[in-house]
């Protein structure tokens, strides 16, 4: 035998959380597809939450760390500043230790500066004023109903995400959809929040796939599968349920870019009942299973039973350390924005000209071109032009569990390669907290290929391989 204990990864801490809706009013913009016809909300498929998540130690040593996950696409560096800053002031912790990541949805619209001139854009700036004023609630809420608790932590699996390199024979192009050829990372990982009286407050779920389920023909507003995820979980438990989206760069849902928001909330439950199996599997609280010897019977067995942790481990598992850093990624040649600008206006002309001749394919594609000259004018702001870019991420020891943020759109290599090296570990991988002007972070070889997440990125070939290596020796050094 070569080992007597299988542990379970914990974390000893302080705990707390608050939600806020965050719906947004209809007829706000809405259009994130190029390809979408309408530019408002129609309506609602399912209410929109922001999460917050204290986690602080147990000991009252260290400030600790706010997590706050918003259902939305994502926020402009200024916008997820102010937010970021709001939640430090009403949380009480410095701003280092305030991490915003989104769950992506491609059904809430963009609500970026940019976006105001367009129809319904009118209600963004009211809406931002309302979205800090609920993240301010929620961020102090949070913090004052933290309580000791511990987070018991599992694996599983789920089959939803698929990578979506697709290589298309006919017309020899990538395009970004479902390919069946490779093998997308399909790990999901669950923690489970439970109070001094084991009771449940709170389950996690941590999984990498574009909540892209919806896209042009759909005009709700909507969080897309993860609406159905959580509302599935807290049915089940009756504690609420915390999505925090794994790095999912190549990764989509197998059935996505649709109009029906029933595939939404099918998928959802997919990854709903993958998560539940995953806790339904955990044994009791601040307990590792122990082999406790052999038993005579018919046969003689090898029992094992959970045993409460003894005081190295429940040391081991309040451990609490980390922090925000950065890493200076070269860059490729920015776009000259005079171009951008002036593909915008040529492209709006091409698209209102095919409108009136009755032309809705040339009218369509045009204005998707625009639309991906207009994200570009709108990075090109933040992005510096001295050939390199800070690029932020934060590594979090709690416990036996690591909690890792990043900016932009890494593809799953991170977290794939990161619980290669450190396959002891619990490893909570989350994008998007910030960056989003640099867009995707492709493995080197997938450069050069014409692929989708290429064209939007600014970082040269090889920042994923140097974010990973950074984080690594975060990890190994005790961050």
Request: glycine share 10%; net charge negative.
């Amino acid at each position: 035998m070569t080992t007597t204990t299988r542990k379970t990864p914990t974390s000893r801490l302080r705990f707390g959380t608050a939600r806020a809706d965050i719906t947004q009013p209809v007829g706000i913009y809405h259009r994130m597809w190029g390809a979408a016809s309408h530019d408002r909300a129609a309506g609602v498929h399912r209410p929109l939450f922001a999460d917050a998540i204290a986690l602080l130690p147990r000991t009252g040593q260290g400030p600790g760390l706010l997590r706050l996950l918003i259902d939305l696409v994502g926020l402009g560096k200024n916008e997820l500043d102010a937010l970021t800053e709001t939640a430090a002031v009403a949380s009480g912790l410095p701003a280092q230790n305030v991490v915003v990541t989104f769950s992506h949805t491609h059904s809430a619209g963009m609500m970026t500066p940019d976006r105001i001139p367009l129809p319904g854009g009118d209600l963004i700036p009211g809406y931002l004023a309302d979205l800090n004023t609920a993240v301010a609630r929620i961020s102090r809420a949070a913090v004052e109903a933290a309580k000791d608790a511990t987070i018991s932590y599992a694996k599983g699996r789920c089959g939803l995400a698929a990578n979506r390199d697709c290589w298309d024979d006919e017309r020899e192009i990538f395009v970004c959809g479902y390919n069946q050829s490779t093998p997308a990372d399909d790990t999901l990982l669950v923690g489970r929040v439970t109070g001094a009286d084991g009771g449940l407050l709170a389950t996690l779920v941590n999984y990498a796939c574009h909540p892209t389920t919806l896209a042009w023909d759909n005009q709700l507003i909507s969080p897309d599968y993860v609406g159905a995820l959580r509302e599935t979980v807290e049915e089940a438990t009756g504690a609420v349920c915390l999505f925090l989206l794994g790095a999912c760069g190549e990764l989509g849902p197998v059935q996505g870019f649709v109009g029906d928001t029933a595939v939404a909330d099918r998928n959802g439950r997919e990854v709903a009942y993958a998560a539940l199996s995953a806790l339904s599997g955990l044994g009791p609280p601040a307990a590792d299973f122990v082999y406790t010897g052999p038993v005579v019977s018919g046969a003689t067995l090898g029992a094992w039973d959970f045993v409460p942790h003894d005081a190295a481990r429940i040391a081991e598992s309040s451990r609490m350390s980390g922090g925000n850093f950065a890493v200076h990624f070269p860059t490729r040649a920015r776009p000259d924005g005079d171009a951008l600008s002036a593909e915008v206006e040529e492209r709006e002309t091409e698209w209102q000209t095919a409108l009136d001749r009755g032309d809705g394919e040339t009218a369509r594609n045009a204005r998707a071109h625009a639309e991906r000259a207009r994200r570009w004018l709108a990075r090109l702001h933040h992005i510096p032009a001295s050939g390199t870019a800070p690029f932020h991420y934060a590594v979090w020891r709690l416990g036996d569990a690591l909690w890792v943020t990043c900016g932009g759109e890494p593809y799953s290599l991170l977290q794939t390669e990161l619980r290669r090296r450190f396959p002891d570990e619990i490893i909570f991988v989350s994008p998007l907290s910030g960056d989003m002007h640099l867009a995707y972070l492709l493995p080197k070889e997938r450069y050069g290929l014409g692929l989708y997440q290429e064209e939007p990125s600014i970082p040269a070939p090889g920042c994923l391989e140097m974010l990973i290596e950074a984080i690594a020796e975060r990890i190994q050094t005790g961050i």
